[in-house]
């Protein structure tokens, strides 16, 4: 039977709170859902990928354990930071390998599945992160929805949970999102 939502967020507040095991008893609640989210990470990845979702989720633990400060509000909330995180991680060692291969071979990944904008295109990781760091720019909000959506994985009601914002915005703000990145990712 799989954990409720409330015994995570209560984990969650305690972890918050400075209980010094509450992580240690999280992760096992949540670890199959971290792991289902790599998975879906690694899926979009090319074929160069040398990290396994495993791996990912034990970089991504790594970096949990560091973090004694974050006030978590709820279980969506985890959830997109663990995203987020996930996305960091692959990003850096996109980063990392094509500067070791001086601009060849960068990782890739198909926006197909989560964007729905090109079908048979696969776009590199690192033109991605650009992409969204420059729709940041111009609306901080759409570019957290999308990360939110594409690379966590959350539905459109818990980004509004997330965001505090309706799930009609996230919806309209998702849509013209994904368009502006499209226009942004085929540019030459």
Aim: proline share 3%.
């Amino acid at each position: 039977m799989p954990p409720s939502k409330s015994e995570i967020t209560r984990l969650l507040d305690a972890w918050s709170a400075g209980e010094p095991d509450a992580l240690s008893r999280l992760m096992p609640l949540v670890v199959s859902e971290l792991h289902e989210m790599a998975e879906r990470y690694m899926r979009r990845e090319g074929s160069g990928q040398t990290l396994q979702p495993t791996a990912l989720v034990n970089e991504l633990y790594l970096r949990l354990v560091g973090r004694r400060t974050v006030q978590w509000q709820n279980r969506a909330h985890f959830f997109a930071f663990a995203g987020q995180t996930m996305r960091r991680i692959l990003v850096d060692r996109a980063r990392h390998k094509h500067a070791a291969k001086r601009g060849s071979g960068s990782a890739r990944i198909s926006l197909d599945e989560a964007l729905d904008l090109a079908k048979e295109e696969d776009l590199d990781l690192i033109a991605v992160d650009d992409a969204l760091e420059a729709l940041a720019q111009l609306d901080p909000r759409r570019a957290r929805i999308v990360e939110l959506r594409f690379f966590s994985g959350l539905s459109v009601e818990e980004v509004a949970e997330v965001l505090q914002i309706s799930e009609s915005t996230v919806k309209r703000e998702w849509s013209t999102s994904k368009l502006w990145l499209m226009g942004e990712l085929t540019r030459e």
